[in-house]
């Protein structure tokens, strides 16, 4: 916040400098197998009234919870505050996530929105989205 003294020192005037961060996270935050190395994350943007400030950027962060080497680890993807929507390219196979979004501002960052759970498909599964119906096909 900074103070600035206009005239004599009986008038004060304050003007907000910063915007907090976003108070909620992105909502209907949703999630989908593509193929064996690949899922699907959609989401709405923060409410209005939770922004705080305009919307910079989206941080979604995945977290494979099953691992060959015993080892959990987390990897985060920053997009474009105008997108909605991101493909999570290069997974593991047949592995389980933990998938969550949150917003930026310019001052930093909100809540992360509820971990959803997801699976990539075994290989040769591979799932598309047509016309909101999904289509299974399998490859041999």
Known sequence: MVTVLLGTPNYLVIIPSDFPV???????????????????????????????????????????????????????????????????TGLQEYVEYNISVRAYTSVGAGPFSLALSARTSEMGIEWSICDEFIVHQMFL
């Open 22 to 88: 976003p108070s909620s996270p992105p909502f209907n935050v949703t999630i989908f197998s593509i193929s064996s190395t690949t899922i699907g994350v959609m989401w709405d943007d923060v409410q209005q009234i939770d922004r705080n400030g305009v919307l910079i950027t989206f941080e979604i962060l995945y977290v494979p919870l099953e691992t060959f080497i015993g080892v959990l680890y987390s990897t985060v993807v920053n997009i474009s505050a105008s997108n909605r929507s991101v493909i999570l």
